[in-house]
């Protein structure tokens, strides 16, 4: 999954206002950045394997410390505790919100991979497998965006006049990013998922800021 997981990004500010889109990108895309990275220095595993799933080509077979049960709910109070460091105000609050969007990614990722999750390293697998039927893989990834995307903007105003449209652009450019995805050839070799979707999550997350959070504020 990759546009779903920014539905939970963009309500983070409806729940807690001082913590800002970016951040909750960040925080949604956690678990993958730790991926990215782990993969990179074969902590984890990743292979490609054309036609693996309908929608995705990676055969997610070795992530036990990224994508296990029990290391999303570690990964979730570890960084849910470094934002209650970093945050000025809402401190408790903020580190909620953080944590359970930290958490939401294996929620959506278990409705769509094949079993490929652990319940902890080494335990049993789970997923429900939602990539191997098209149609209701991306009716979910898109529908989970536009909630979150409608949450955000009730919940915000403008503070200019580009920023009563610059949370649809940022919308528009998520799905663009995702159907280049779909095109562009994938890297020689696996590893390179690693580096690849540490610099999408990135560039996603300062879009954010950009056509969010410096375009408008709380309600
Ligand atoms: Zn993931």
């Not at 990759?2 to 807690?16: D, E, K, N, Q, S």
């Not at 009730?154 to 503070?159: F, G, P, Q, R, V």
């Not at 994938?186 to 690849?196: I, K, N, S």
């Amino acid at each position: 999954m990759f546009v779903g997981h920014y539905g939970p990004a963009l309500a983070g500010p409806r729940f807690v206002k001082t913590v800002p889109v970016w951040a909750m990108c960040v925080a949604v895309q956690f678990l993958d950045y730790l991926w990215g990275a782990f993969v990179y220095f074969g902590i984890e595993h990743v292979r490609i394997e054309p036609g693996f799933t309908e929608v995705s080509p990676l055969d997610l077979h070795d992530m036990p410390w990224t994508h296990s049960l029990l290391m999303a709910v570690v990964w979730s109070i570890v960084l849910g505790f470094v934002w209650s460091l970093i945050a000025r105000t809402q401190r408790r609050a903020g580190a909620i919100i953080i944590g359970l969007g930290v958490f939401s990614h294996w929620l959506l990722d278990l409705l769509v991979h094949v079993p490929d999750l652990a319940l902890w390293p080494g335990g049993p697998k789970v997923g429900f497998g939602l990539w191997n039927n098209e149609p209701v893989a991306l009716t979910l990834e898109f529908g989970v965006l536009a909630v979150g995307l409608l949450l955000y903007i009730s919940a915000t105003k403008a503070k200019g006049a580009f920023g009563k449209f610059s949370p649809w652009i940022f919308g528009v450019l998520l799905v663009g990013l995702y159907s280049i995805s779909f095109f562009a050839p994938p890297p020689e070799t696996a590893q390179q998922f690693g580096p690849m979707a540490i610099v999408l999550y990135t560039l996603v997350a300062v879009l954010a800021w950009l056509l969010c959070d410096r375009m408008r504020e709380a309600n």
